[in-house]
């Protein structure tokens, strides 16, 4: 079915990159002017990622940094893309959140995640000998709704702030189970398939089949990730990528490190089973020129009919970075 790309909003998921020879405050202030850039070329929203003991990630105090961006920005929608519920008590969330919401009234958006977004040990370490079963998450996001929402007469926990401020909740996923979740609560849903791509279109089919209507939302919304380096040529995008490729085959390694200067012919350099799970990782993906990242753009509107994208983008140099998200927007707008 044919897709207007310029019917799709567009928006950046942002997990803060630590560059190698750069410190977080550096990091930090990189975030904020690529939310600036992002607003300026009409991006819907900015989510950031919660993620920890991660040396290449500054983004784990996930609320301060929302904060913060939304500090120095004035009108996009910025949030959490995700909160890992796992890591945190829903009151906790609730008072953070409608904190902001009350900060920054109509520009808090509330994504939650069921991974822990770390390793077993430093999970403990946040919520110290909680089990989380499959059914905490459900009943926590129930719970977070209730806490946002108008609190009722005779309500024993009142979150202070956050009642009233019905801050959105957006379920994120890379699998089934979120998907069916969002569907069943009436709740807009984001695929994870900037790292993760591989049940995408089941899990998209699945919460558009049992989607059912809400006082929050009356028919489904999607948002699909797609990461995306653009440059003015595809062999200037390909270096650049080459960020990307290093981050990706450190995470499948096991070897995490800060994020990489680009490094010339290196996807040569790699053997067929590092190329090919790069390739998997990145299926969504787009490395190349604006032509390039338009024709893919278009292939994927088509093939999920998302209502938005959220682009992410690691590129080593800050500035080539803002580069990018520019010619991907004048790539959707045609």
Excluded: C
């Excluded at 090919?276 to 020129?289: E, K, N, P, Q, T």
């Amino acid at each position: 079915m044919l897709k207007n790309l310029q019917d799709i909003r567009l928006s950046l998921l942002d997990l803060v990159a630590v560059r190698e020879g750069m410190g977080v405050g550096e990091s930090l202030e990189i975030a904020l002017r690529t939310a600036q850039k992002a607003e300026e070329l009409g991006f819907a929203r900015y989510w950031l990622a919660e993620h920890h003991n991660m040396p290449g990630i500054a983004s784990s105090a996930t609320a301060v940094l929302i904060g913060h961006i939304a500090g120095g920005t004035k009108s996009i929608r910025v949030g959490s893309g995700g909160v890992m519920l796992p890591n945190h008590a829903p009151l906790v969330v609730a008072e953070a959140f409608g904190t902001l919401a009350e900060l920054y009234p109509g520009r808090i958006d509330l994504g939650l995640g069921r991974a822990p977004g770390t390793d077993g040990p430093t999970m403990r370490a946040l919520r110290r000998d909680r089990v989380e079963t499959e059914q905490d998450f459900p009943r926590d996001v129930a719970e977070l709704q209730q806490l946002l929402g108008p609190a009722t007469p005779g309500q024993r926990i009142i979150a202070m702030p956050g009642a009233g401020t019905n801050v959105p909740i957006w379920l994120l996923g890379s699998s089934l189970f979120s998907a069916q979740l969002a569907a069943h609560m009436g709740l807009p849903y984001a695929f994870a398939s900037h790292f993760a791509p591989r049940m995408l279109y089941q899990a998209l089919e699945l919460y558009r089949d049992l989607f059912r209507p809400s006082a929050t939302l009356d028919k489904p919304y999607v948002i699909v990730g797609v990461p995306v380096v653009a440059a003015p040529t595809d062999e200037e995008a390909e270096f650049l990528a080459s960020s990307t490729y290093q981050r990706i085959l450190g995470i499948l390694t096991g070897n995490r490190t800060r994020l990489q200067p680009p490094v010339a012919d290196y996807a040569a350099q790699l053997s067929p089973s590092e190329s090919a799970a790069i390739h998997d990782f990145l299926r969504l993906g787009v490395v190349g020129s604006r032509d390039t990242v338009r024709r893919h753009f278009q292939s994927v509107a088509e093939s999920t009919q998302a209502d938005e994208f959220m682009l992410v983008s690691d590129v080593y140099d800050p500035a080539l970075r803002l580069r990018s998200l520019e010619i991907a927007a004048a790539a959707m707008a045609g």
